[in-house]
């Protein structure tokens, strides 16, 4: 499917994912009929190669289509994120394996990087147990990853640096538990649940070390991973923002507070609120985009991404959050009173927002080591 069939593919659900958004909040996971129309549009499939039976979507056209469909509804977005992103996977994985895991036109992948499990060291793979916790999406995943530290005969194995050794397992959905814990005031929909794996033995080759590099020679899949990864992540509030300035847009013409006889839309004060949020959401948005090119181009080039590049890519990925979450801000104050209904619009992108910017990926803690990088004071591995 080329990039502006993904795009028209992704606007087409717009009116369906509008219609169905509700569902999410009351129950924390995809509407059944938008899963099924993600599924047949194919947007699961945009990172997985073109070997293993996936679209192999440039990521800029990745990106935008996660962008429109967080623009109709965070959550749905950042689920669609999610599950594309992990198609990455398949790329590190033996082509075998890659086939058996995502080869299925349905088949998603969810779960947590980090080493919150132990994977011990047996003949022909692992036993691993643990509790991972928020894992988007995992209630409609059919195949579920971990981290896990690593474990031989003598306790914790270290790399040659001294550092843990970590690897990444894969299993089925059916050989984990799944721990119903997603109860928060924002992207209820994502249904972000726990998970627990119990001394459940993985092939050797259903794991990845967490560093794991592409087994395959395109540039996507030579881009640093958090870099493809995270820049499909920060489409999302670009979306979240765009749509609670648009929710705005539509109604302050008509919406005239308590107390006033003018419209919210001929108030200077709020016409300067709306002008800055759209002036923040733009700037943002084109130096995320900005950001990814400029990286590829380097790539297809055929010179790695320099240290500073990456630092500058994660820059501009903070930078969307930090920047979308402003203009959310700037709009919820400015809609007033009207914004703090739980049934609005304005109030879903206030909480979607700020609970998505809590995710470690894009949280302003970031700035510090990006800034660190930029002075010389910190290592590539940093990023």
Known sequence: MASPELLDAARRLVPRIHATRDYGEQHC????GVLAALHEAQLFRMMIPADTRGLQTELTTAMQVVETIAAADGATGWNLMIGAAYG???????SETARLIYARPDAVVAGALRPSGVARIVEGGFIVEGTWSFASGIGHSAWWLAGCA????SGLR????GTPHTRLVFIPASDGELIDSWAVGGMRGTGSHDYAINAVFVPIERTLPSDAMSRLPEPLYNLPLMALMDS???AVPL?????????????????????????????????ADVGRAEALLRAARCWLYQSVEEAMAELHAGRPVSTRQAALMRLARVNAMTAGVQAVDLIYAA????SARSSGLIDRCFRDIHVAAQHTALHPSNYEICGAVLLGNAAARSL
């Open 29 to 32: 996971r995809l509407e059944p």
């Open 88 to 94: 990455v996977w398949a790329s590190r994985l033996d």
């Open 232 to 234: 499909m992540m920060a």
């Open 150 to 153: 690593v474990h031989d005969e």
């Open 335 to 338: 809609a007033g009173s009207a």
């Open 158 to 161: 270290r790399n040659v640096d």
């Open 239 to 271: 979306g979240i923002a765009r749509s609670a300035i648009d929710a705005f847009a539509a109604v302050a013409g008509s919406r005239i507070g308590h107390g006033s006889s003018t419209p919210a839309a001929g108030k200077p004060a709020v016409q």
